[in-house]
DNA sequence: CTAATAGTGTCTGTTAGACATTATCCT
DNA sequence: AGGATAATGTCTAACAGACACTATTAG
């Protein structure tokens, strides 16, 4: 009984006459914190879902390009200019089910974020708070398990796309990188894998592998500054190169 | 016009005191047609842009999830029910810059689909014409080539993110049988493998290689109905198995 | 010295590309 | 037979995982 089969466009392009649509961007913020790999989530301060955990996001400006939205959003909560934070941003996928949100038809294009460090985070406008929360705390798979974080809409099933793209991405992309400051040593580096694939790697073929993708990582001479209380060895810092794409590609050891 | 006084908006959430935003489906319809990849397109009828090759598509209804509307503008474009062909139909991307359309602000949500033979197709209301056109005449990369054929708004773009998208999904997914019938042999399905990528495949090798890939093919015991005149020795069909995610990948020869 | 972390070397089974060979149909 | 296409077999270099070993720091 969907009267709407036929959208014809009317002689005249009045947008009221349109069915009204909102659009909003929401982003599936990433990072590591206290070791594990963990989304940045705001409460929610007023109806519907009110006290429920759900994505930074907003409405897009009439004017705004979207994927500009998804860039002020992240600004906005994390006070970070992604640009010069080396922060990775791009889109994920489109949320349109008729019936997502209660109130009026939403349209939520989703993004995913990747940060260096967890970085202090603040409330917006119409949150009650704001946190890092690790992925293993929250119920992605809406099993209602009361030990899990249940999420505001369908916020759960955004941020598993999230969480599974960007361990897909970091076989075949640097977007390791983007998890770590400016410079980094290999463990770290191999730090991130673990974290984020949630399995152990093998030290030496991790490194052999690593530095035999062309253009992925640059030796820098010096130490940290300042520099971190070390025990052992010291270890040399990278920084990320020019790829973006890695060839061959760093695979995750599957079940054989 | 079509109101949603029935969703009980409260005042703080009428509708219409939110951007006025439009919402598209618009489809990447490819398949294999005279040997090479093509999409499908339709002439626009009206303007902005009469007279170009723009991508099937239309309004999301007020009620309709926008992955239905994706599917519905492929089955009237083609005449075809998306899932009894065992057609492939993915969301690619959401295009969302604000003068992408002239008329009013519309956010384009794009869907791949791979169909398994070039159907009949059949020009929609506000269409002249719907063909299919080799991506090889098609300015993608909008260089204004006479040669070429430049495309409507910004669907150059989407036509070359959803082909690499389907090239790239060659690589780890069964998605090649979505280009061919229920029953094929090794070499139509290598055929779709260098037709998509441009490039050729050793025979023994992708034979080895696709066999080895568990769960993707199922050989099917008989000959084709009706027989196809044959040269040579008649091959083995196969039909396509219940793996959709290819293990280990066939990955595209790289430059080595 | 020991503990701890960083980094190197080596062995082995698997795999990918190249290509020669055999099989089975048609005319 | 001869042409055409399908299917199999083989060789080799590169690569992956496993793991033993060396290097450099702190205390």
């Known amino acids: 009984m969907t009267t709407t089969s036929e959208q014809v466009a009317p002689v005249a392009y009045d947008p009221h006459r349109y069915p009204p649509f909102a659009v909003t961007a929401d982003v599936v913020v990433c990072t590591i914190w206290n070791g594990q790999l963990a989304v940045l989530l705001v409460e929610r301060g007023a109806e519907p879902h009110a006290g429920r955990w ?5 409405f897009v400006g009439v004017d705004e390009d979207v994927d500009d939205a998804a860039a002020r959003e992240l600004t906005e909560e994390t006070g ?12 994920l996928r489109t949320f349109g089910a008729p019936d997502r949100d209660p109130r009026m038809r939403v349209v ?6 990747v940060l260096p460090a967890p970085v202090a985070v603040h409330a917006g406008s119409d ?20 030990e899990l ?3 505001a809409f369908d916020h759960a099933a955004i941020v598993a796309a999230g969480v599974e793209r960007v361990r897909a991405k970091l076989e075949y992309t640097a977007i390791a990188t983007s998890f770590l400051p400016a ?8 730090r991130v894998y673990e974290t984020v694939w949630g399995q152990q790697l093998d030290t030496p073929n991790f490194r052999r592998k690593v530095l035999g993708i062309d253009g ?25 190169g020019d790829a973006h794409a890695l060839h061959p590609p760093l695979l995750r050891p599957g079940p054989r």
Chains 1, 2 share one sequence.
């Open 54 to 58: 759900a994505l930074p996001g907003g």
């Open 80 to 91: 970070l200019d992604v640009v010069a934070a080396g922060a990775f941003l791009e889109q």
């Open 108 to 113: 939520s294009v989703a993004y995913v974020a």
């Open 127 to 146: 949150a009650a708070a704001a946190r890092w929360w690790p992925v293993a705390d929250l119920d992605l798979d809406e099993s209602g398990d009361p």
């Open 149 to 151: 974080v249940a999420l």
């Open 183 to 190: 410079t980094f040593t290999l463990s770290e580096l191999r």
């Open 216 to 240: 992925l990582l640059v030796a820098v001479s010096g130490g940290r500054e300042p520099a971190p209380p070390t025990v052992g060895r010291p270890a040399q810092l990278y920084r990320r």
